[in-house]
C-alpha cells in the first residue's frame, strides 16, 4: 500500500501547480481523500478533501477559490490544481487516504499518507 505524491516544485506568487496523489497496492474507488500541508514551524493543517466518487468537495477557508481537488478513480490518482499560488501556501503537501468513505479535516480520521511533496512560492 502506497500513495506517491508528486508535483511540488518552486513557483512565483500567482502561479499555479498541480499535485498528483497516484495510490498503489489498494484500490482508492471507496475512500474519500485530503490533502494537507505543514509549513516549517507550524501543524500540519487541513487543505482540502473529496468524497469516494467526488461528488463533495471541501476546503479549507484560505485556499477556496483557488485550489481544486479532483479525482480519477480509473488511474487510481487525486489531485490538487492549485491556482494563485501565494507566499503562504508554501509548505510540504501530503495527501491521504480516509478511514472510510467519510472525508474529514482532522488527520487522525485518515490512514494512509503519502511522503508529502513540496510547494515553495516565492514572493
Known amino acids: 500500500v502506497q500513495l506517491q505524491a508528486s508535483g511540488g516544485g518552486l513557483v512565483q506568487v500567482g502561479g499555479s501547480l498541480r499535485l498528483s496523489c497516484a495510490a498503489s497496492?489498494?484500490?482508492?474507488?471507496?475512500?474519500?481523500m485530503g490533502w494537507f500541508r505543514q509549513a516549517p514551524g507550524k501543524e500540519r493543517e487541513f487543505v482540502a478533501a473529496i468524497s469516494w466518487n467526488g461528488g463533495s468537495l471541501h476546503y479549507d477557508d484560505s485556499v477556496q477559490g483557488r485550489f481544486t481537488i479532483s479525482r480519477d478513480n480509473a488511474k487510481n490518482t487525486v489531485y490538487l490544481q492549485m491556482n494563485s499560488l501565494k507566499p503562504e501556501d508554501t509548505a510540504v503537501y501530503y495527501c491521504?487516504?480516509?478511514?472510510?468513505?467519510?472525508?474529514?479535516?482532522?488527520?487522525?480520521?485518515?490512514?494512509?499518507w503519502g511522503q508529502g511533496t513540496q510547494v515553495t512560492v516565492s514572493s
Open positions: 491521504a487516504t480516509s478511514i472510510g468513505s467519510s472525508w474529514s479535516i482532522d488527520g487522525n480520521r485518515y490512514k494512509y
Open positions: 497496492g489498494f484500490a482508492l474507488d471507496y475512500y474519500a
